[in-house]
T-cell receptor, first 116, second 115 residues
Framework: AQKVTQAQTEISVVEKEDVTLDCVYE???????LFWYKQPPSGELVFLIR??????QNEISGRYSWNFQKSTSSFNFTITASQVVDSAVYFC?????????????FGRGTSLIVHP | DAGVIQSPRHEVTEMGQEVTLRCKPI?????LFWYRQTMMRGLELLIY????????DSGMPEDRFSAKMPNASFSTLKIQPSEPRDSAVYFC?????????????FGPGTRLTVT
């Protein structure tokens, strides 16, 4: 069974602060994929990043960075110099083999509020 | 590309009425997913289709819920009869591949309120 835990329900920061969103996952699969999605106030989930289980290299995209550590089953997301536009709910998801396909399991989400 | 299109965006109905939610996936995508999002339960996968065929409907809460995909460009999620506890945001998503990597594209959602 797959499980994704986002222990932080809500995080509140002031603009320009760095913030890290935690994601811990459980799976027995050796091949799996991890994702982060952003859900802004408009409601539509937007894909941010995908990593496969064989690639632990960290990734940076502008102010966003992701730290994947298989040893701790974590895939954390850091926003550097946060901005008000970063305010959203962020979902971590795990996708493992299920009936021949890879179907994601989502965490409960972390609501990030960035104050000006 | 127009992205995943859902209609209606908002639906308010009375308990006992039939509700039909609609989705048009991104052209060429062969997987379609229906999700429900509530504060209590988060984002739940209800059902998904591959090439218009329902693959896994284990997430459908009960027999009042049904989903169809008559062709590659259209899917419906029907609730009959609706109940207040069905109030939620229902998302449709599509993806090109679910065998290796499956970045999903979500629609804007339908906010359903059952009174």
């Amino acid at each position: 069974a797959q499980k994704v835990t986002q222990a932080q329900t809500e995080i509140s920061v002031v603009e320009k602060e760095d913030v890290t969103l935690d994601c811990v996952y459980e799976t027995r699969d050796t091949t799996y994929y991890l994702f982060w999605y952003k859900q802004p106030p408009s409601g539509e989930l937007v894909f941010l990043i995908r990593r496969n289980s064989f690639d632990e290299q960290n990734e940076i995209s502008g102010r966003y960075s992701w730290n994947f550590q298989k040893s701790t089953s974590s895939f954390n997301f850091t926003i550097t110099a946060s901005q008000v536009v970063d305010s959203a709910v962020y979902f971590c998801a795990l996708s493992g083999p299920r009936g021949g396909s890879y179907i994601p399991t989502f965490g409960r989400g972390t609501s990030l509020i960035v104050h000006p | 590309d127009a992205g995943v299109i859902q209609s209606p965006r908002h639906e308010v109905t009375e308990m006992g009425q039939e509700v039909t939610l609609r989705c048009k996936p991104i052209s060429g995508h062969d997987y379609l997913f229906w999700y429900r999002q509530t504060m209590m339960r988060g984002l739940e996968l209800l059902i998904y289709f591959n090439n218009n065929v329902p693959i896994d409907d284990s997430g459908m809460p009960e027999d009042r819920f049904s989903a169809k995909m008559p062709n590659a460009s259209f899917s419906t999620l029907k609730i009959q009869p609706s109940e207040p506890r069905d109030s939620a945001v229902y998302f449709c998503a599509s993806s090109l591949l679910a065998v290796t990597f499956n970045e999903q594209y979500f629609g804007p959602g339908t906010r359903l309120t059952v009174t």
